[in-house]
């Protein structure tokens, strides 16, 4: 598949800065002072009406547009752009109550309630043309507003619809399933239907995944693909209506990409999308929030082929609320993740949301204005944020350059992990990916976190961590970059199962054994707390496998167990000078730090000086760069650079000092 992207101008002049406004939440004297501190702030762009179906559309087909008319020109009025959302997250009450068919069905056939947020079967065609009429009102009354200049689709879709078990959908899969297969014999074939005897004599005796028992695990990744297209569809219907009338405005729709594998497949619906949008959150307790900012940045990024700018439209200010403990950021904080996303690619900072809620289900997540007013610390920051953003234009639209180092991701591979039954079934897709980030992260070498289909050439490391599930084509491609010189990291789990989530035969990781030179015989998987120690001092837990080289040197051995002796990481030369690792053991953060430093000189980056806790990025055009320098260390840090510092407005002649927590940026010309 090809990433393509449509060509598009950025909808703010500046970086894009605001966030979610529900001004439906408030009374409209309220609404006068949020434009006012908004001003004050610097906000430039609002996301507007996310939640606001059920009231606009009091009844089906009347309309309430009064109060909305009045807040699309009050912003206007105040030079703030609108994010106008098309407000099928939430349906109606009235709606709901009149279709009980709508909500989605859990797997276990029990069906949501009313009163949460998506509450709707994807593959219901009642839902859909209630949702394009509400969304052909909306675009027609609003899209041509000068200062509307950008679709928001919906909200998180996925979030709270991801599946539906529902006999609609039911029927909708069977369709699915007899596009994608043809004949029933190829589908029983590609399942593996001879287990069990389930062999299927017509399409129409398939059934969702169903029930808490052990399903076929070809079955239940079709119906992950298949809910994923399924919310895709639905977002293309929107979007076609929107694109019929207003064609020139750009429309996304806000995805969720962290570490884990993600409700939809963003990768695959990446090149609908005019400019791809993404909600972060950083979790607590996570020991490296940092890097989870930085991972998520990495693989947006890394969505489009051309690296070209994307938006964060949404994270939040402080705590948010839909943790056991919601952690408040500390002073400083939020300036320095907003600015690491900018540096990780991200033209714009929006936040969940404009002002905190003092009603409903989330009212103590943070807003851009708490409770306690604008006299507050997070107010001071949002505020500091907007001139610092203001002070980073000239960034709009710069790149952060290619990476040398590529990981791949892939959303099929982490569903293939999390379904079904597993020789151990505490393998974390995401935590895996991310422990190989972090090795690299700490370095402060720049990664990229790509589909498996787009083009390796240009990094000099590929990694391809615990990808359980991998094409042919996919295998082919890491060969050919062997050859050409490249080094390939393989972790355990990896290249296990086919595009068919059936078993490579002939030894495992099926699909890199031969690249690799190693086969394994069997997988030993360790109990909880099992720890298992390398000869060269490395530890690890959760996995080891018994391992034979075929062609390979071994790196490490198992020392102790009942692999002593056993080779655990071996290296496979190549001619040209590629390499391939086989890490066959779950080994250590600090094993895989060790393991990186022995195998790949450090990215020599923007700036000579490396130093703990300073993250370094950088974003370019053909003639400018921009140095980020992100303090997240206690102490100040001083390095040595020359340039012009855009948040302070000073020009630095040969050393810079980023105080501790804080941020800085270096403009400057690249030699000609
Ligand atoms: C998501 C949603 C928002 C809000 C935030 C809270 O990202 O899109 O509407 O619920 O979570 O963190």
Redesign the pocket.
């Known amino acids: 598949m090809t990433l393509s992207h449509t060509d598009q101008p950025w909808p703010t002049t500046g970086i894009s800065f605001g966030g979610?406004y529900n001004p439906e939440q408030w009374d409209p004297s309220v609404w006068r002072e949020d434009v006012a501190l908004m001003r004050q702030a610097g906000v430039n762009m609002v996301s507007l009406g996310?939640?606001s179906w059920g009231l606009l559309e009091t009844a089906e087909g009347v309309y309430d547009w009064a109060w909305f008319d009045e807040i699309v020109e009050l912003l206007g009025e105040n030079g703030i752009a609108i994010d106008l959302a098309t407000p099928t997250?939430a349906p109606p009450s009235w709606l709901l109550a009149e279709h009980p068919e709508f909500p989605p069905v859990d797997h276990d056939m029990t069906q949501h309630w009313p009163g949460a947020?998506l509450g709707w079967c994807p593959s219901n065609p009642d839902f859909r043309t209630h949702a394009l009429r509400i969304v052909r009102a909306v675009a027609e009354r609003y899209g041509s507003r000068e200062h509307v200049v950008m679709w928001h689709v919906s909200?998180?879709l996925g979030?709270g619809n991801g599946h539906c078990y529902c006999d609609v959908s039911a029927a909708a899969f069977r369709t699915w399933l007899e596009k994608k297969y043809g004949t029933v014999e190829k589908l029983n074939e590609a399942w593996g239907t001879a287990f069990w005897g389930h062999y299927y004599r017509s399409f129409k005796h398939i059934l969702p995944p169903r029930g808490n028992d052990s399903k076929n695990p070809s079955l239940m990744l079709d119906f992950d693909r298949f809910s994923s297209d399924e919310l895709l569809d639905h977002y293309l219907a929107e979007r076609a209506l929107l694109k019929e009338i207003t064609p020139d405005l750009p429309v996304t729709t806000?995805f969720?990409v962290g570490a884990e594998p993600d409700a939809v497949d963003y990768a695959r619906w990446a090149p609908h999308m005019d400019i791809l949008a993404n909600?972060h959150?950083t979790r607590s307790p996570d020991p490296v929030p940092q890097q989870d900012v930085a991972f998520s940045g990495d693989r947006m990024r890394s969505l489009t082929t051309d690296r070209r700018p994307w938006l964060l439209m949404?994270h939040?200010t402080s705590a948010?609320?839909?943790q056991p403990r919601n952690r408040a950021k500390n002073p400083g904080e939020l300036i320095r993740d907003a600015i690491s996303h900018v540096a990780h690619g991200s033209d714009g900072v929006m936040y969940?949301?404009w002002r905190a809620s003092r009603a409903g289900a989330?009212q103590f997540?943070s807003g851009m204005v708490p409770h306690a007013g604008p006299d507050t610390k997070i107010f001071r920051e949002v505020t500091a944020l907007g001139g610092h953003l203001q002070r980073l234009a000239p960034v709009l639209g710069s790149r952060v350059p290619a990476a040398k180092v590529g990981i791949l991701f892939d959303n099929e591979a982490g569903w293939a992990i999390r379904r079904g039954v597993k020789p151990n079934n505490f393998l974390p897709y995401g935590a895996a990916v991310r422990a190989w980030h972090a090795a690299f992260w700490r370095r402060g070498d720049g990664v990229d976190v790509l589909p498996p289909w787009n083009d390796y050439a240009g990094y000099d490391t590929l990694v391809v961590p615990q990808l359980f599930l991998v094409a042919d084509d996919t295998a082919k491609r890491a060969e050919e970059f062997v050859a050409m010189g490249g080094t390939l990291i393989v972790t355990p789990f990896s290249g296990i199962v086919d595009e068919n989530d059936q078993v490579r035969l002939g030894g495992y990781p099926g699909a890199f054994r031969d690249v690799l030179g190693v086969w394994t015989e069997e997988f030993y998987p360790l109990q909880e707390g099992e720890t298992f120690r390398l000869d060269n001092g490395w530890n690890g837990r959760e996995w080891t496998e018994h391992v034979h080289v075929a062609g390979a040197d071994v790196i490490a051995r198992y020392e102790g167990g009942p692999l002593d002796g056993e080779p655990a990481v071996t290296v496979r030369a190549h001619l040209g000078g590629g390499r391939a690792v086989y890490v066959s053991a779950g080994i250590d953060g600090d094993a895989i730090e060790n393991l990186v430093a022995g195998l790949i000189e450090p990215d020599r980056g923007p700036v000579s000086d490396k130093i703990p806790g300073l993250e370094v990025g950088i974003r370019e055009t053909d003639s400018d760069e921009f140095v980020f320098l992100i303090n997240h260390g206690a102490d100040d840090a001083e390095l040595g650079i020359r340039g012009a510092e855009l948040l302070t407005g000073r020009t630095v002649e040969d050393s810079l000092v980023v105080p501790a927590g804080d941020v800085r940026v270096v403009h400057r010309r690249k030699a000609a």
């Open positions: 979610d996310i939640f997250a947020r909200n998180e979030g806000n969720m909600d959150y949404e939040s948010v609320n839909w969940f949301q989330e997540h």
